[in-house]
C-alpha cells in the first residue's frame, strides 16, 4: 500500500502474515474515506496524548518493530516470543473512535478483535484473540489476575468476550505459561509504541517491579523478565 511507504514495520507485517495485510488495510481504508488518513499519521492530540506520545499509525509502527526487535533478542537467550501480529492487530479497532469529532477509545481492545474475528478465518487464532482483548486490562490488573487468565479456556473466553458461538471459536493451541510469557511480551511491546509520557512514568515501573518480574520469576523464565524491563518497558 502506497500509504504505508514510510512504516517499514508494518509493511513488512503484512508481507509476512496474510490476515494482518487483510484487516489492517481495511483499517486504513476507513481511515482515508473518512478523511482522517493524515490525522491518524501526524496528530498525536487525537490519540489520547496523556498516554501516547505519537499519533496512531506511528504508534502502531514503533509497536511492529518492537515486537520483530523483541522476537530477535528473545530467540537469542532461547525462547523465542512472537507477537508481531498482535501489535499490528490490536489498535485496528479505534477506526470507530478516530472518525468522530469526539474520540472515546473506550472498548477499543474489543472491537480490534472483533474486526479480526469478522473479516479472516486465518485470523482466528484463539490465543493472539484474548491477548488483543485483554492487552489494555493488563496494566490495571494485578499478577494473580493476569496469571488466571492464562489458565482459563481460553476458547471459551474469546466467545463470551466477542460475544460469538464457542463453536466458533477455535481452540487454543497454546501452552498456558508461553501464552502468559506472550501477554507480557505485548505489555512490553505496548510500552514502546506508546512512548514516554507523565502518565507512563509510574505506569512502567510498576509494570516491571510488580507484575512482568515476579510472573517471569515464578516460571523461571528471569532472563526473558529482565529482556522485557531492560530493553522494552523502562529503556528510553
Given amino acids: 500500500m502506497d500509504e504505508l511507504q514510510g512504516f517499514p514495520y508494518l509493511m513488512r507485517a503484512m508481507a509476512q502474515w496474510p490476515h494482518v495485510a487483510k484487516v489492517f488495510a481495511l483499517f486504513v481504508k476507513k481511515l482515508i474515506d473518512a478523511n482522517v488518513w493524515d490525522r491518524a499519521c501526524n496528530d498525536v492530540s487525537a490519540h489520547k496524548p496523556e498516554y ?8 502502531i509502527e514503533f509497536g511492529v518493530e518492537a515486537a520483530y526487535r523483541l522476537l530477535e533478542r528473545s530467540t537469542a537467550i532461547g525462547y523465542p516470543i512472537d507477537v508481531v501480529a498482535v501489535l499490528a ?3 485496528v479497532g479505534k477506526d470507530r473512535a478516530f472518525c468522530r469529532r469526539r474520540r472515546n477509545y473506550h472498548r477499543s481492545e474489543i472491537y480490534s478483535a472483533q474486526e479480526v474475528f469478522s473479516w479472516v478465518d486465518i485470523g482466528r487464532n484463539t490465543d493472539d484473540l484474548l491477548l488483543i482483548i485483554l492487552h489494555k ?10 496469571r488466571d487468565w492464562s489458565t482459563k479456556n481460553r476458547q471459551v473466553e474469546v466467545g463470551r468476550l466477542l460475544g460469538v458461538k464457542r463453536k466458533k471459536v477455535r481452540a487454543s493451541t497454546e501452552p498456558d505459561e508461553h501464552w502468559l510469557m506472550r ?9 514502546v509504541s506508546r512512548g514516554w509520557t507523565e502518565a507512563q512514568e509510574s505506569q ?11 510472573i517471569c520469576r515464578a516460571c523461571n523464565q528471569e532472563e526473558l523478565g529482565q529482556l522485557l524491563c531492560e530493553e522494552f518497558i523502562l529503556a528510553r
Wanted: aromatic residues 4%; charged residues 15%; glycine residues 4%.
Fill in 52 to 59: 501516547h506520545q505519537r499519533a496512531l499509525i506511528p504508534s
Fill in 89 to 91: 492487530l490490536c489498535d
Fill in 137 to 146: 486490562l493488563g496494566y490495571q490488573a494485578g499478577m494473580e489476575t493476569i
Fill in 183 to 191: 501477554f507480557l511480551a505485548v505489555l512490553s511491546c505496548r510500552c
Fill in 204 to 214: 512502567r515501573a510498576d509494570l516491571a517491579r510488580n507484575i512482568v518480574m515476579p
